[in-house]
């Protein structure tokens, strides 16, 4: 299952990096990610939202770690990651 997941994450990856060399997003990319924010405010609650889940589910998983009791599936906690709760997981 972790296989299947590195792959979809490979897949975007490439993805988006065969759009920004054939131009599709070159001309609208920009790494100021503050601005992004800014301007799409729904982004940063949805940042804010996931990262906040990611967070207590991670806390979830290292409390059944510690006490023995079943954790949360690898796919569970990597799928959060993936779509935008890096910051939570760390």
């Not at 060399?21 to 990610?33: E, P, V």
Request: proline residues 1%.
């Amino acid at each position: 299952m972790l296989s299947r997941v590195i792959m979809a994450c490979l897949v975007v990856i490439e993805t988006i990096v065969y759009l920004i060399y054939k131009g599709f997003i070159a001309r609208n990319l920009t790494f100021a990610f503050w601005s992004i924010l800014l301007e799409y405010p729904i982004s940063l609650i949805y940042l804010a939202l996931i990262n906040i889940v990611t967070f207590f589910v991670y806390m979830k998983d290292k409390k059944a770690a510690e006490k023995g009791k079943d954790r949360v599936k690898i796919v569970t906690l990597l799928s959060l990651s993936f779509i935008g709760g890096s910051i939570g997981a760390l």
